[in-house]
């Protein structure tokens, strides 16, 4: 009997000894973020946002607003402490026919958070040498510098460069930089050693406001940051996306009140008037947007939320449409 006793304790801890931990390893961190690229298909269109990094910026850049309402914003979205965190952000678009890139990041231009466009193009199974076509939203450092390698030689060999002509005729003026306040003008410098080269190989060329870049892009007016700031406007097959490149630096801030600025708009009260008629028309058509200081991939819809008032609706992650034949 005591026999038998022993061997029901015996069977009745194998299941226990069965579900018991197993001792492993430990694994070491790995330390590394995933590639900086999200692709979203329109209409024909494949779209791949492109994430050329983040800088932190002083909550003092932003105009037109009391400390206290900003720091209230900031916090509500849980950001802004004690400096604000603003994404750069680039967009590839294949139409099926062109590679075209809106944007090229900064390179290495502004420190060491910034400069990885080109990183994550090939991440994302693209080569610079693929693109037929680079528009440029406006020629500050962080949205044309990737043009370049660390050497000043130029990425994209065989690919026209698109600028408006308002800001080529400013940024890439000696005159104009000559009466622009000290602080500023190394930007103007930093504009014409990015083009150089283009320019003389006659890849650069310029554009007005309403032109059609590429079958299905459409340069749109959007000056005041810039004196030629340009959004634009992509289609196929009915839809529609609105890459309006730096209306917004500050989404916790400036889509609930479009009236502040920042320290870089060039031109503070028609950067305002271009904020709010932009948000009025997104909110109304409901098509989708990209900016290139919303948090990555920056590709989401606005909301109007009251007179004036309105709010930035990320997109969700979601796959791909498999091809026909898949």
């Given at each position: ?13 194998i ?17 590394t ?13 494949e ?30 979205m ?40 080109l ?11 693929q ?18 390698d ?21 940024w ?28 003389a ?14 079958p ?5 007016k959007a000056?005041?940051?810039t ?5 634009y ?19 916790a ?23 709010r ?24 819809h ?25």
């Open positions: 009997m005591l026999k038998l006793f022993r061997y029901i304790l015996i069977l009745a801890a299941p226990l000894m069965a579900f018991a931990p197993l001792v492993q390893a430990e694994a070491p961190k790995v330390a973020q995933v590639p900086g690229y999200y692709r979203t298909q329109l209409g024909q269109f779209i791949t946002a492109l994430y050329d990094g983040a800088i932190e910026l002083d909550v003092s850049l932003l105009k037109n607003a009391k400390a206290a309402d900003l720091q209230r914003l900031l916090s509500r849980f950001v802004g402490s004690p400096k604000m965190q603003t994404a750069v952000n680039a967009y590839l678009i294949n139409t099926g026919s062109q590679l075209v890139l809106v944007d090229t990041g900064a390179a290495k231009l502004f420190g060491p958070s910034l400069g990885y466009v990183q994550n193009m090939k991440a994302a199974g693209y080569e610079p040498a693109v037929d076509t680079v528009i440029i939203t406006h020629l500050h450092g962080d949205h044309m510098g990737g043009l370049n660390a050497s000043g030689q130029p990425l994209f060999a065989k690919a026209k460069i698109l600028v408006s002509q308002a800001d080529n005729d400013f890439l003026s000696q005159k104009v930089a000559d009466g622009a306040p000290a602080k500023v003008q190394p930007f103007f410098k930093m504009a014409r050693d990015t083009a150089a080269p283009y320019l190989s006659g890849q650069w060329a310029t554009f007005t406001d309403g032109s059609v870049l590429a299905g892009i459409r340069a749109v000056n005041g940051h004196p030629g700031h340009t959004a406007a992509i289609e196929s097959d009915g839809q529609k996306l609105l890459i309006w490149g730096d209306v917004v630096h500050s989404h801030v400036q889509f609930a009140k479009p009236g502040v600025s920042i320290e870089f708009d060039i031109d503070q009260k028609q950067a305002i008037a271009t904020r008629s932009l948000m009025k028309a997104m909110a109304a058509s409901k098509s989708l947007v990209a900016g290139m200081h919303l948090p990555f991939p920056g590709l989401g606005v909301r109007a939320e009251g007179k004036g008032s309105y709010s930035w609706v990320p997109i969700e992650f979601a796959p791909l449409p498999k091809a026909a034949g898949q």
